[in-house]
């Protein structure tokens, strides 16, 4: 079996502030030292959102320049798979206005970038509202600017129909074969966090791709257990997760690392360094 | 096993019109005669949208006409009438909502209802088809009110998730009724391994169809009532009754499938047998 890819997805994204965990961390000096703990517990990418250094929300402004500083210190002191959210700067702009921060955040050093692939309902309050907007010709034209930027999609499938759309945009020649796709069990409005459903999933999904699991809440270190066996990849981390074990928080993303690295090990799976990583998914060395 | 309810979804919906074949019925009367073929035939509710007379193109304004249809088909047959809640998504957010609560009381015994928004990849409908939480829970209100069942529609896993919480928190009287939209493409495939999962998910109990396009319409209609489900056809999701042969009546593919029931020894429900089966209220 492959390498292991552990993806460390430490800022919280859209939906965890300091609000849900204290131990969320917002700075880019709190973000780059958890990367780097992540990095020696064993992650070799990390997925990120622009945060306000305060409060942990999503950053309100342009998130491009904070993403830039952030992967800009990151290069300094660590070497990690760097993976960049296309969310972020929706709330109060137009799609045109998203259309434009998500060409320009192609430019700023990462190897990958995730990508929705569709449009589903909310079933919690968001302040973009209760739609979760990714249309068919957004997605068609963010994965033309990451490919002419030279960074790889990570095609980010909610449910079943995601799967064909992938397959779909491979066909079209949309995006070059092969894909990696993140399987991100959501349960409510997407598909459930459980193992029928990632073994129908995985059907679905054509020979030689790469995948990873990310599942929410409790069901984020088990489903990751039901991936690595079956040969994928995982995220952990507070955008998904903020517990170690019931009710307890975890202080650092690196322990949620640490957890899935124990569980690999004890199954002799091997753990990707970056440089696997990048191997394995066919991205250019930054 | 339990007798088959056969859906007929006549009118082509909103993607199919004159342009796309022929034969898709659009005046009213056009829309009544073929409601009785299909009955005739076999069909024991009928699924209806507006319809501009002469192009087949979608009606901007549809709930006269849904209302003219629902009368003359009570006229000539005791088919269950099952209305859209799509058409006339142009409207405004509120327009479109008392559009929907007036159709409700049109006299129809059901009402389909989308459980979730989707991408459509398919022209001339590609965009977004938004059907949010909060207007899913105020349209099953106002069927609620007017003892109308809706039909849950699902066109992706999630939706089931979404129709078992929204069940949870007493948005749907008691028997629920799905149709799996199988329409591939940006929504579950339609396949028999994507029905059998599907159906895992399902709570028991709750009756459940079948509606597959294009050429997957009637092999998934054959495995949906051997596993024990019911079967949507109709313009609306298939117009070919076999390769590159248009149907010419909608009847032809409720026939196809009335043959398919006899020859697994499938009883074929009448309206009045799939009145109760579903629980609806006598018109």
Not at chain 1, 11 to 32: M, Q, R, W
Not at chain 1, 118 to 144: Q, S, Y
Not at chain 1, 216 to 245: C, I, K, Q, S
Request: hydrophobic share 40%.
């Amino acid at each position: 079996m492959d390498k292991l890819i552990v993806t460390a997805a430490v800022t919280g994204g859209e939906y965890v502030s300091k609000a849900t965990t204290p131990y969320v961390p917002s700075t880019t000096d709190e973000i780059v030292e958890e990367v780097v703990r992540c990095v020696e517990a064993g992650a070799s990418m990390v997925h990120l959102h622009a945060k306000d250094p305060v409060t942990g929300e999503p950053h309100s402004g342009d998130p491009n320049p904070i993403l830039k500083e952030y992967v800009d210190r990151i290069r300094e002191e660590v070497d990690v798979v760097i993976n960049l959210t296309t969310g972020g700067g929706r709330v109060g702009n137009p799609p045109e206005v998203w259309d434009e921060l998500v060409r320009a955040r192609c430019g700023l050093g990462q190897e990958m970038m995730s990508l929705n692939m569709g449009t589903m309902n909310r079933w919690a309050e968001h302040p973009t509202g209760k739609i979760f907007l990714n249309t068919v010709d957004m997605i068609e034209r963010w994965c033309g600017y990451m490919v002419e930027a030279g960074v790889k999609p990570e095609h980010e499938v909610y449910d079943t129909g995601m799967i064909n759309v992938c397959r779909q945009l491979a066909q079209k020649g949309v995006v070059p074969e092969p894909l990696h796709v993140q399987f991100v069990m959501v349960g409510r409005t997407g598909f459930l966090p459980t193992p029928k459903a990632l073994v129908y999933s995985l059907d679905q999904l054509p020979e030689g791709w790469t995948w990873s699991v990310c599942a929410l809440g409790r069901y984020e270190v088990p489903m990751a257990a039901v991936a690595m066996t079956l040969g994928g990849h995982v995220r952990v981390g507070f955008e998904d997760n903020v517990f170690l074990r019931y009710g307890e928080l975890a202080t650092s993303n690196a322990q949620l690392v640490e957890k899935v690295v124990n569980i690999a090990r004890e199954l002799d799976r091997p753990i990707a360094a970056p440089e696997d990583a990048r191997r394995m998914l066919g991205l250019r060395r930054p | 096993m339990g007798k088959l309810i056969i859906t007929a979804a006549v009118t082509g919906g909103e993607p199919v019109s004159r342009e796309m074949t022929p034969y898709v019925p659009c005046s009213p009367e056009e829309i009544v005669d073929e409601t009785v073929r299909c009955w005739e035939a076999g069909a024991s509710i009928v699924h209806l949208h507006a319809k501009e007379p002469g192009t087949g193109r979608p009606a901007p304004d549809p709930n006269p006409l849904l209302k003219r249809y629902i009368e003359m088909i009570r006229d000539r047959c005791d088919i269950i009438i099952n209305v859209t809640t799509g058409g006339g998504r142009r409207a405004a957010a509120e327009e479109l909502d008392e559009m929907i609560r007036e159709r409700c009381w049109l006299g129809q015994e059901m009402s389909s209802m989308n459980m979730g928004s989707i991408n459509s990849w398919v022209r001339p409908h590609r965009g977004t088809f938004m059907n949010q939480v909060p207007t899913i829970e105020r349209w099953a209100g106002y069927m609620r009110e007017a003892g109308v069942k809706p039909e849950l529609e699902i066109y992706d896993t999630g939706m089931i998730n979404a129709a078992k919480m929204l069940a949870e928190r007493g948005v749907f009287e008691e028997s629920v009724h799905i149709q799996f939209v199988m329409i591939g493409s940006t929504g579950i495939s339609p396949t028999p391994r994507a029905l059998l999962y599907c159906l895992e998910e399902k709570p028991e109990g709750w009756t459940w169809s079948v509606c597959a396009l294009g050429r997957h319409e009637l092999p998934m209609g054959a495995v949906a009532m051997t596993l024990g489900g019911h079967v949507r056809v109709g313009f609306e999701d298939n117009i070919y009754i076999r390769r590159g042969e248009l149907a010419k009546s909608n009847a032809e593919l409720v026939e196809r499938i009335v043959t398919i029931a006899e020859a697994l020894n499938i009883e074929v429900a009448t309206p009045d047998e799939a009145r109760e089966m579903l629980g609806l209220r006598r018109c």
